[in-house]
């Protein structure tokens, strides 16, 4: 676990992308901590502590208007799963719009369970093929932000978001 | 054919941004597959999913029409461009559509549909940077991944600058970025309907990959209600699983990229919600997702291709440019040049002969000179210089034997379905050579004449600006026959091939290899053998060539039977027998000439590791070297050698890296080329100007390199053998 961890660690500081981590009691305190309001999300799926997280305590607009969505600056969503040797996340794309809110802002905020981090890609797509076959599903493999060579430089932050942070929630605390 | 003119005219104006941005790809792409562990393996790995999936295409094709209306979307198979444009109209009519976006696809861009959508008055956006500079300029893209790599940041300025008026003129790259980037995402969110193309598809699920680094695609998919998703036949894979090969070879094959920001997995329609972005009221979730998909796959030629065997591998390809930029040649002039109306670089022959016709893919294929650089670039492992060299050869043969005296007299062509003048005079250079030796010194005065250098340039597009090959009076094999074997006990036992230019031209390279191996216990003929048919392949004339091969195999083959290896000085010729001969000749042939043969440096090495002593041979203590290896020697992986045996003699070599010197043979001759082989011999002559370089002796392996070094350089290069002799 723990080399699965330090290597995706790794990889996304090598791609730019800060990390904080957490346990679930602070999961609040995190995201208050790291986003830039406005700030619009959506709350993870998984209960923390026997409840559903909802983000209620944070300074996050949770199922925004389309035009609070355009307005904001950072977007909280729950990532699926993390990929050790790149740093990638599995995004979902929920009907809770998760993939608007992760892709129209300048700062992604990603949730993670640490639980969730997989060693390499071959993992990672074996679990998706698994779950693709079973409900159809769509995903993202999101590395680092997005970015464009094409204006003769590299520049972050092309159509999507410029500055990506992952909030790694760590179990059984 | 590209004109000189028009060459000349592409190198000044987009020839730096192009050097620069391919160049970087490929470097970036070396580093990058250098952390893969298992490289070889997703090589392999991928490139037996796609021969497995083009060889059950029809299967899959009914599986994934199957699934992907299970799914709730609709599966069009169009047989021509024009059939699939009927289809796109009709759908972003019945949407009532009055913009669609679009994110970057080679396969959009082969059936044209936006012109087709333009004519019907709609609004039509490319969203990816680079494409949205090339709509708003008016032009091609020049490159499968990066469409507008031949544009610098200062020509993107201009034109937005001029096209927007913006208050303050844009100039930085951040400040380019975040206009375009503000400009599409208000045409994003107003469109009705996203046309993206799919870098694979899975037919068990019916989800697709899009491969991109900004984010367009996903806007595309996530803002429209209506997505028309547009690829060719080839895309559909088994599994989803069988997506992870490629998952990790794309990016770096193409960009050097470890893996780009974002590959979409999409299995549509989507879940994500359609909302109105203009909304104040009404929360995310409480949009329907109510979406259309619509998977239109195109057969344009594919299937035929499928049934052709030389150019069906083409359907393996998967888009990542690496061919493109690691060719010498892309890396100066771009796709503007080195491609056909869709597909640019090596592989675009392959795809422009069939979709297009090979009289479209006949506009550029001479620009691959066959060095085969871009073989081991290649994440699925396609041959593309022999598909090259097929399409040459079906170029050939559709043009009419021109039947010049001059031509004719000095090449009895046995390939009597006529290629063009030039190409059989290069691809005839055996007889060239016999006969230029046999007259030796008169041959080297009369072509050295301004008169017969007008005639040749004239008359078989020779440029007078080349130097010729000097022949020899005295040949490599007439040499070898008037001596005696020095060796009393030999070690080994070994055939020394004479190779055109070893034979007629460069004989003390010949003798040198011959005293080196002498010198380790090795006793050496150098029997008269034919040409290894390398001229005559360059040139597209494969029959010839065949030709060649069979009367190589057939002179070597009672040595090989003898005991014998067969030693080689020149790496394209090694590179023959070891490679594409395996196209040319029966299996047990090529298994016996391939296994037995070894390029010079290679054999020295492994008689020292076996036990052979340095001391025998000419050494020297930290003596400076610049090494120049050989385009194919290197794709064979056996530029190692050569350093490892003259460090082992006690020099101190440097390397050069560039990927080709430019000359890659009879290409450098040929006037229309002359100045584009110059511009790629550039970066080899930079290099071996290079502080700490600068005054070092040059030697080479190759004999076209030591020709263009020769030119480029004041310093007379050598072929390394001549070093160790003693
Ligand atoms: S031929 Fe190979 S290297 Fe070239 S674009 Fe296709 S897959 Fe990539």
Known sequence: MESKRASFEGALEALGVTVASTTESELEAAVTEAVTEPAVGVAPDEAVADEAFSLTETPVTVDPTPVALREATTGVTEAELGIGDYGSLVLSMTDQASELVSLFVERHVAILYEEDIQPDMDAAVAELDERFNETGGSAIIATGPSATADMGALVKGAHGPREVHVIIVEEGV | ?726
């Not at chain 2, 392949?537 to 010839?544: E, N, W």
């Not at chain 2, 090529?590 to 440096?601: D, G, L, M, W």
């Open chain 2, 1 to 726: 054919m590209a004109t000189a003119d028009e060459i000349r005219e592409l190198m000044r104006t987009e020839g730096a941004a192009v050097a620069e941005n391919t160049q970087g790809f490929n470097t970036g792409r070396y580093d990058s597959v250098a952390d893969l562990e298992d490289y070889e393996e997703l090589k392999r790995a991928a490139r037996s999913i796609k021969e497995d999936a083009i060889e059950d295409l029809p299967d899959l094709l009914d599986q994934l029409t199957e699934t992907v209306e299970a799914n709730g979307g609709t599966v069009y198979i169009a047989d021509d461009a024009a059939d699939a444009n009927d289809y796109i109209r009709d759908v972003v009519d019945e949407r009532a559509a009055d913009r669609v976006v679009k994110s970057k696809s080679m396969t959009s861009e082969e059936i044209e549909v936006n012109e087709a959508l333009e004519a019907d008055g709609v609004d039509v956006v490319e969203t990816d940077l680079g494409e949205w500079v090339l709509q708003i300029a008016d032009e091609a893209p020049s490159h499968i991944v990066a469409p507008a790599i031949h544009k610098s940041r200062e020509s993107i300025a201009e034109l937005f600058n001029e096209q927007f008026d913006p208050d303050e003129p844009l100039e930085t790259a951040e400040e380019l970025t975040h206009f375009a980037r503000e400009k599409l995402g208000e045409q994003i969110v107003d469109a009705e309907v996203g046309i993206t193309g799919a870098n694979f598809i899975a037919a068990d699920t019916g989800t697709m990959a899009l491969v991109t680094s900004e984010g367009n695609a996903r806007k595309t998919v996530a803002a429209t209600d209506t997505h028309v998703a547009v690829a060719g036949v080839e895309k559909v894979i088994p599994t989803v699983a069988d997506l992870h090969p490629f998952i990790e070879l794309i990016g770096r094959s193409g960009t050097g990229q470890d893996i780009t920001s974002y590959v979409s997995l999409l299995t549509p329609p989507v879940d994500t919600p359609v909302v109105d972005f203009t909304d104040d009221e009404t929360p995310l979730s409480e949009f329907d997702s109510d979406r259309d998909f619509h998977l239109v796959l195109i057969d344009n030629g594919r299937l035929e291709m499928r049934d052709d065997e030389q150019l069906r591998e083409t359907l393996y390809c998967i888009r990542c440019s690496a061919c493109s930029n690691s060719c010498a040649n892309f890396q100066s002039v771009g796709g503007h040049a080195f491609g056909g109306e869709t597909y640019s670089g090596g592989i675009a022959t392959g795809w422009e002969a069939g979709i297009e016709g090979v009289d479209v893919a006949e506009e550029f294929n001479d620009l691959c000179t066959g060095c085969t650089r871009c073989v081991n670039a290649c994440p699925v492992g396609i041959d593309i210089p022999w598909i090259n060299t097929v399409v040459r050869d079906r170029i050939n043969r559709d043009k009419d034997a021109p039947g010049e005296w001059l031509v004719d007299g000095l090449t009895p062509d046995e390939e009597d379905d006529g290629a063009p003048l030039q190409k059989r005079f290069f691809g005839n250079f055996e007889t060239v050579a016999k006969l230029g030796s046999a007259t030796a010194p008169v041959s080297n005065w009369l072509a050295g004449t301004t008169l017969s250098r007008r005639a040749m340039d004239r008359i078989l597009g020779i440029d007078p600006r080349r130097d010729l090959p000097t022949f020899e009076r005295e040949t490599l094999v007439d040499w070898a026959a008037s001596r005696d074997s020095q060796v009393a006990k030999p070690e080994r036992r070994a055939v020394l091939y004479p190779d055109l230019y070893t034979n007629h031209v460069q004989v003390e390279r010949g003798k040198a290899a011959v005293k080196v191996l002498e010198s380790l216990g090795v006793d050496v003929v150098v029997p008269p053998a034919p040409s290894s048919g390398r001229a005559p392949l360059s040139q597209g004339m494969i029959a010839t060539a065949t030709d060649h091969a069979e009367r190589v195999t057939e002179t070597l083959g009672p040595h090989i039977e003898d005991g014998r290896d067969v030693v080689v000085i020149e790496p394209s010729d090694h590179a023959m027998f070891t490679r594409e001969y395996e196209r040319l000749i029966d299996e047990a042939a090529f298994t016996s000439i391939a296994e037995n043969s070894y390029e010079v440096f290679e054999y020295v090495f492994g008689l020292l590791d076996n036990g052979a002593s340095v001391e025998s041979l000419s050494t020297a203590t930290g003596a400076e070297i610049a090494y120049h290896s050989h385009c194919q020697q290197r794709t064979l992986g056996l530029e190692a050698h050569t350093v490892a045996v003259l460090e082992d003699c006690g020099y101190d070599v440097v390397t050069s890296d560039v990927e080709c010197c430019g000359m890659a043979g009879s290409f450098g001759y040929k006037s229309d080329y002359y100045e584009l082989s110059m511009d790629v011999g550039d970066r080899l002559r930079t290099q071996l100007r290079d502080d700490g370089v600068q005054d070092r002796p040059v030697v080479a392996s190759g004999t076209s390199c030591l020709e263009q070094i020769d030119a480029l350089l004041e310093r007379q290069p050598r072929h390394p053998i001549e070093l160790l002799a003693t």
